[in-house]
């Protein structure tokens, strides 16, 4: 993936939001000088300019759009990927709020009438886990319905037949393998699968429910008496709240070492929504993620 994005010859134009922090400020940069991107900077600009004096950072070359405001500088890179100057929104230091209130304007923002989701691409050390392991959603849906479990699960699909996983195997995670109607997560987890073996949902194979260590384990799972393909080898964990989500997502950080790239689909560009936290490696992985995914498109 990373490859792929470096070597491409026309880097991706991404609008930056607000990159005021020296993590923000630094991935861009570094980005656009790997190729993985063009970098179009949106914020304040002497603050922009005062911290990459203060970094040692250059900025030859680089775009910047003046916006004095938070709001006013998420509304002018909205603008600006509606004009088409950029084909990713990538959330720099700013709230998430903020960054979001105008992608998600009905009138001017980014909808397209496809449910919103996030999905991260965690890579695990590979004496972990040997591929890109996808979770969603972690961070935007906070408790789905069925229905909008369905969407994140299509959105994710779509994310790994553009990373080149032609038939993903999906793992719908709850507390348990059985169905038990007081749990709802496993009654919506066989709901899933059967609208897979029904045709309803296409491009993948889906099972569940799963506890996290029958997912992941075939050996947990044989002794526990399941036999699915998807047992040992998932490409995709759908889990049930972002709560169990996103705290999969930072033991895998934490615990593993894994780097964790993420992006929001179902808007009209991919949206980077990355963490102030996040280190500059995980934000030009999403740099690369976006843009194999706009590839594929």
Do not use: W
């Not at 070359?61 to 088409?84: C, K, M, N, Y």
């Not at 709020?97 to 890579?123: I, K, Q, W």
């Amino acid at each position: 993936m990373m490859t792929a994005a470096r070597g491409r010859k026309r880097p991706r134009a991404v609008a930056v939001v607000q990159p005021v922090s020296a993590y923000a400020l630094r991935a861009a940069l570094q980005a656009a000088q790997e190729g993985y991107v063009r970098a179009l900077l949106v914020g304040d600009e002497k603050r922009i300019r005062a911290l990459a004096a203060s970094e040692a950072l250059r900025l030859d070359g680089v775009q910047i759009v003046d916006a004095h405001t938070d709001a006013q500088a998420a509304e002018r890179a909205v603008a600006l990927v509606r004009s088409g100057e950029a084909e990713m929104l990538m959330k720099g230091h700013i709230h998430t709020d903020d960054f979001l209130r105008p992608t998600l304007d009905r009138e001017n923002g980014l909808r397209t009438g496809r449910t919103m989701s996030h999905v991260f691409a965690c890579y695990l050390p590979l004496h972990t886990y040997p591929k890109a392991l996808l979770v969603t959603d972690a961070a935007f849906n906070i408790a789905p319905t069925l229905e909008t479990k369905r969407a994140i699960l299509e959105n994710a699909i779509s994310l790994a037949h553009a990373l080149g996983v032609a038939m993903p195997k999906v793992a719908i995670l709850a507390a348990t393998e059985d169905v038990n109607t007081a749990m709802p997560a496993t009654v919506d987890a066989r709901a899933l699968r059967d609208m897979n073996r029904n045709g309803e949902i296409a491009g993948a194979v889906v099972d569940g429910p799963f506890a996290f260590d029958n997912a992941l384990s075939a050996e947990a799972a044989r002794m526990k008496g399941i036999d699915s393909p998807v047992c040992g080898a998932p490409d995709i964990l759908l889990v049930p709240t972002i709560e169990a989500g996103n705290m999969l997502y930072k033991e895998m950080v934490h615990f593993c070492g894994a780097i964790t790239p993420g992006i929001v689909l179902g808007a009209s560009v991919p949206i980077l929504l990355t963490s102030r936290a996040d280190p500059p490696e995980a934000r030009l992985a999403s740099c690369a993620l976006a843009a194999a995914y706009l590839d594929a498109a």
